[in-house]
């Protein structure tokens, strides 16, 4: 007999080498990454506009102008307009590239639009309001995801993100789960007073299965000799 702690560091002892495979980015929920996920472009890839609203050149409020004439529509999805005076302003969509010759957005709610015209009800008070920066998450080349890494939703958006359609991963382990004592019958039997159900096996193989590995299991008498030509031939 030996100790819980002893048989913990035997346990750790235990390394596998699984090796490694390539796997459909839809079929890649709950492996594990056996590279790393680096961006490959900076994120975001362009300034991007972080509200409805109207961008401007934050200049133009510096020097006192709370009113601004409509010069386009800026949507998500095109390239960039330029600003033609920092007089005008674009109204603009969130997601959108921020418009060349433009620094600030006001959002719709801190605005009145009137004859297409803008008027600031409440001035943004600072450059770069509400514009996420090209490259300030993460730039080209930076790891987003380590190796190692369990994927999850989340990683499997990440990977979709930078084009990964498929993904390097540790292939599945073999597992044989092994129950054993003489005072255990199968769950379609009735069990004696001295007797309990093999329970414990069907919620490991369901831990295993919620992991994406599926796991076989058997029963093994209390009989040293018999238990190790089992494990041997497992």
């Not at 450059?127 to 939703?153: A, C, F, Q, T, Y």
């Amino acid at each position: 007999m030996i100790t819980p702690e002893q048989a913990e560091i035997l346990i750790e002892g235990c390394s596998l080498t699984l090796g490694e495979e390539s796997t459909s980015i839809d079929q890649a929920l709950n492996r594990v990454l056996a590279e790393d996920l680096l961006a490959d472009t900076d994120l975001p890839p362009f300034n991007r506009v972080m509200m409805d609203g109207i961008a401007l050149c934050y200049r133009a409020i510096e020097n006192g102008h709370t009113h601004f004439p409509i010069q386009a529509m800026q949507r998500a999805g095109e390239a960039p307009l330029t600003l033609e005076s920092e007089d005008y302003c674009i109204e603009i969509m969130t997601g959108a590239v921020c418009s060349s010759g433009c620094d600030t957005v006001v959002p719709y709610e801190h605005i009145r639009i009137e004859n297409g015209i803008a008027y600031i009800d409440q001035l943004p008070g600072a450059k770069g309001k509400n514009i996420h920066l090209k490259g300030s998450d993460k730039k080209r080349g930076e790891v987003l995801v380590p190796k190692g890494k369990r994927i999850g939703p989340a990683e499997i958006g990440i990977a979709a993100s930078v084009g990964k359609e498929t993904l390097r991963v540790l292939r599945k382990p073999r597992v044989l789960i092994c129950s054993t004592g003489d005072e255990l019958v199968a769950i379609h039997e009735t069990p004696l007073a001295y007797q309990i159900r093999r329970s414990n096996v069907y919620a490991l193989m369901a831990s295993l299965l919620s992991l994406g590995i599926e796991a076989d299991n058997v029963h093994l008498p209390d009989e040293k000799e018999q238990l190790e030509r089992a494990l041997e031939e497992a």
